[in-house]
């Protein structure tokens, strides 16, 4: 009797064990701060619970940083990390944040849209933690995230996520999908509070155009493309084919379907007077045919099997040995951007949005994305915000 009370006591304690050192590494990457350097253009960071309050005290509060230019014009807000395991698009918008340089107009941005799903991770998939990029001056390490908000911040999951406020039924795990409950409510789940404090921006502030930065699968027909609803649809198009005239590089238009609802790209239109875009930029990594999710395929993009996939034509993308690599995934990002801001302000000169000191597509293939960050060792301490 006592013998089977000590194996239970022992078995008890390793899984215990177990927990915590497992616990350890993730309490460690929740609590990871990566250090941004504020470039010449930043004029104001502060809290989205500034536009939503009832996000206040939670993990779901994200930094917004503005960068308002010499001369008045047009605005735009770019937000990134709505899906947190997409990190494309947040390199995209870190390095607005550290290198762009307002001439005209205002651009507004959230780098780290769903925060909680960037302090989380989806262990089940194996996804490694973090992963660094090789800058001039050492290694730069980001936490990787998770596509949902994490379970700690909201939590229970309802049995069925109704939209608000079309009441269409959406899967139960979109209530932590900040992709799926635009335009959101100030008093609504914790992810309609932060879709909702930036559609507070976009009204209040009159913004005229919203870029949200994703990263999609090469096995998915949306990807690889600008998300457009009616109202943007012009400029999408002139974008697409501008960027393959001039840079060599495809970007096509996929409309923004009306019927299926919580979409940035369909609620911000449909709720504000804001033109939005929703960019996709393939990422093998998320395909689910790969082989192990590992730091190196999230930055090469390489992957036998999608390679072998790819002579079936069975991808939507061109794939061969080169991969899909990350700087090439953030330099159309970063020039889909800057072509749609060049496109609204040609059409609208009053409202234009003129910026400097951002890379374009070449330039972040020939010299790498982590060229383009700024030592924060090297920084004057008030310019690094932790974040
Ligand atoms: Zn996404």
């Not at 039924?169 to 335009?183: A, F």
């Not at 096509?252 to 911000?268: A, D, K, M, T």
Request: hydrophobic letters at 40%.
């Amino acid at each position: 009797m006592r013998r089977e009370l000590t194996n239970k006591l022992s078995l008890g304690l390793a899984v215990a064990l177990i927990a915590l050192l497992g616990g350890i590494d993730l309490y460690r990457h929740r609590h990871f701060q990566v250090p941004i350097v504020l470039g010449p253009g930043v004029t104001k960071v502060e809290p989205l619970s500034a536009y939503s309050p009832r996000l206040k005290g939670t993990l779901a509060d994200t930094k917004v940083f503005t960068l308002e230019g010499r001369e008045p014009g047009g605005k735009v807000i770019l937000m990134a990390s709505s899906h947190a395991n997409e990190p494309a698009g947040t390199l995209a918008a870190l390095m607005f944040i550290e290198n762009a340089v307002v001439e005209k107009g205002t651009v507004i941005v959230i780098p780290f849209f769903n925060h909680s799903g960037s302090r989380a991770t989806r262990p089940g998939d194996g996804y490694p933690l973090y992963f660094d990029i090789p800058t001039d001056w050492g290694r730069k390490r980001f936490r990787m995230g998770n596509r949902d908000a994490a379970p700690l911040e909201a939590w229970p999951d309802p049995d069925v996520y109704i939209h608000f406020p079309d009441r269409q039924l959406l899967s139960y795990i979109d209530v932590r999908n900040s992709n799926r409950t635009w335009p959101g409510r100030s008093n609504g789940p914790l992810m309609e509070r932060v879709t909702w404090g930036a559609m507070e921006i976009m009204r209040g502030q009159k913004v005229d155009i919203a870029i949200d930065l994703h990263g999609a699968e090469t096995m998915f027909p949306v990807t690889n493309c600008i998300v457009a609803p009616e109202k943007s649809m012009r400029i999408a198009t002139l974008a697409s084919l501008t960027v393959k005239a001039m840079e060599g590089f495809e970007n096509h238009v996929e409309s923004s379907p009306s019927g299926f609802r919580g979409l940035s790209h369909r609620e911000i239109g449909d709720y504000s007077d804001t033109l939005p875009f929703l960019l996709e930029a393939p990422i093998p990594f998320l395909d689910q045919p790969t082989g192990p999710k590992t730091v190196k395929l999230l930055l090469d993009g390489k992957d036998p099997f999608l390679l072998s996939l790819s002579r079936k034509k069975k991808l939507f993308v061109p794939y061969d040995e080169a991969g899909w690599p990350l700087d090439k995934r953030v330099g159309q990002h970063l020039s889909v951007t800057l072509e749609i801001l060049r496109q609204y302000s040609k059409k609208t000169p009053d409202r234009a949005i003129k910026i400097g000191g951002v890379p374009r597509y070449a330039e972040v293939v020939k010299n790498g994305v982590g060229h383009y960050f700024h030592d924060p060792s090297a920084a004057k301490p008030d310019s690094v915000v932790y974040h």
